[in-house]
């Protein structure tokens, strides 16, 4: 596996979080390089693993803590710092550059949001959006509206510029925190953030452009 996700809690972990992380695990049978695993320590008899906690400078007040680890290097793990909630942390892999399938995303047309993002060229990000309707043909209607989502944010992005993308994540976001809605509604917009977050340049990616 290219990438791998670990989990350092407490050794019997139990409550909402730990609800989070078996559904985070679950989704992770969709990507074909993210291993995630579990790390439980214990702060009594052997304090089984506990150097582990030591080597990470992870502290038991901090439980849950995720730390992402890339090919196979174990002295630099990248730790995640947001909310714990199974979908805010998909989000943040997709930015470190793992895809993970989340509700509402499409995988080649995640890759596609990509190659749009990384290129400044409005030639090139026409030529994208063509590759996208060309493809949006050949869709079950479910995937088409899916498909159409990415294919109006690339628009919107076209007329706005690339803060679109920043600024529609936080309003959404503020939507799913503030607002009273259905959860036909709820899981409309959780859909319409996901796909947004496919627009956002993987931080590895930013350091070579």
Not at 102 to 129: N, V
């Amino acid at each position: 596996m290219k990438y791998a996700l670990v989990k350092i809690d407490t050794q019997y972990p139990y409550g909402e979080k730990q609800d989070e992380f078996k559904k985070l695990a679950e989704n992770s049978a969709s990507s074909k390089d993210l291993l995630v695993a579990e790390v439980g320590i214990s702060d009594y008899g052997e304090k089984e693993n506990s150097e582990l906690g030591v080597k990470y400078k992870v502290e038991k007040d901090d439980y849950p803590v995720y730390l992402l680890f890339t090919n196979g290097d174990l002295e630099n793990p990248v730790r995640y710092t947001g909310e714990i909630k199974q979908e805010t942390i998909q989000q943040w892999l997709k930015t470190k550059g793992v895809w993970v399938g989340m509700l509402g995303c499409l995988e080649e047309y995640d890759l596609l949001a990509q190659e749009f993002s990384s290129t400044s060229s409005q030639e090139e990000r026409q030529k994208i959006m063509v590759k996208v309707k060309n493809m949006m043909g050949g869709l079950p209607q479910l995937e088409n509206k899916l498909a159409e989502q990415y294919y109006k944010i690339m628009s919107k992005v076209l007329a706005q510029g690339d803060l679109f993308v920043h600024s529609e994540i936080a309003r959404i976001g503020k939507l799913l925190d503030e607002s009273k809605m259905s959860s036909a509604k709820k899981m409309d917009f959780q859909k319409r953030q996901n796909i947004l977050s496919s627009f956002q340049i993987p931080s590895r990616a930013k350091e070579d452009l």
